[in-house]
Structures are given as C-alpha cells and as structure tokens.
C-alpha cells in the first residue's frame, strides 16, 4: 500500500463516522446507505490527491457524500420521500457544524484532563484508559467500589463542567 493510500484509509477512518450519519440523515434504505457510504468511500480514496492537507478533512469528505448522495437521489427522484438539494446542502452544513462542535470539546476535553491532580487523574486512567471497572479499581486504590463509583461521577461532573466553561470562552 503507497503512502497516499495510507494516508486516505487513516483520515477515512476517523471521518467515516460523521459521513456515515450524513448519509443516514438522507438515505431512508439501510442497503442503500450502505451502497453510498460505500460508494463515498471509494471516491475519497480516488480522489485524495485533491485533498489539501490544511483544510478539514471531514467537511471535504461531506462534500463528496453529498455528491454522492445527490447521484443517489437523482437515480431515486420517483421516490416522493427524497430530500431536494437544497435539504441535503443544509444537512450537511449542520452535520459540519456538528462535527466541529466536538472536535472542539474533544479539545478542550483534554486541556481539562491535563489539570487534574495524581488521584484523579489516576482513576480516570483506570477507568477509561484501563477500562476498570469501580470495583477492580477499588481493589487497586484501597477504595471502596461505592467511593470510586462516586468519585468518578464528581470527575466527570467536574470535566463536564470544564469543557462548558471552556467552549464558552471560546464562544466570546
């Protein structure tokens, strides 16, 4: 496999996802959905030597799932229930904005993971890292399972926190 066709299949993966609800916001046949993600799949790989590496990939991959689903639409125009254009212009632009929105919590996820202490940060590793649950964690911390349990719940309800605050920073 050449470089180019590494690099595609690495950003593919990781915007499949977000084509994929795209497709399913427009696409009312599982099979058919499967044949345009498919279908969108192959023309992201054809196509990549076009793709500028500054830009997003996801929108650019949105982009040729709407023309993906737009050749899908026209083949399907007897169909009654099939979104127009401009429906699936707006899907996709939500959709983007979507995927931004929690690229940027992602973001700021980690920003509010890199200020939490030795303890904490300790048991989110073992917890999400690791993949613990509370009770093999309790065995490791000289913890209760129910203190864990609890002590999770407060880090998440502090990171939660973290990122609003954060994404409203940002927002100003």
Known sequence: MDEI???????WTLA?????????????DFRDRDDVLQNVAVAVVESFHTYDSDSPFIPWAIGIARRQVGLYLRRRSRDPLVFDDDAVA????????EAQERSHA??????CLGSLD???KKLIGLRYR????PAAIATETDMTPNSVAKALQRLRDHLRGCIER?????SV
Request: proline fraction near 2%; charged fraction near 25%; hydrophobic fraction near 45%.
């Open 118 to 120: 030795g303890r904490a």
């Open 130 to 133: 690791d993949d613990m649950k």
């Open 90 to 97: 707006c899907l996709a632009i939500a959709l983007h904005e």
């Open 166 to 170: 954060k994404s409203l920073e940002a």
């Open 5 to 11: 066709t590494r690099q595609a299949t690495r950003h």
């Open 16 to 28: 499949q996802p977000a084509v994929s609800a795209f497709i399913a916001s427009v696409v009312r």
């Open 106 to 111: 992602l973001d700021f996820l980690q920003d």
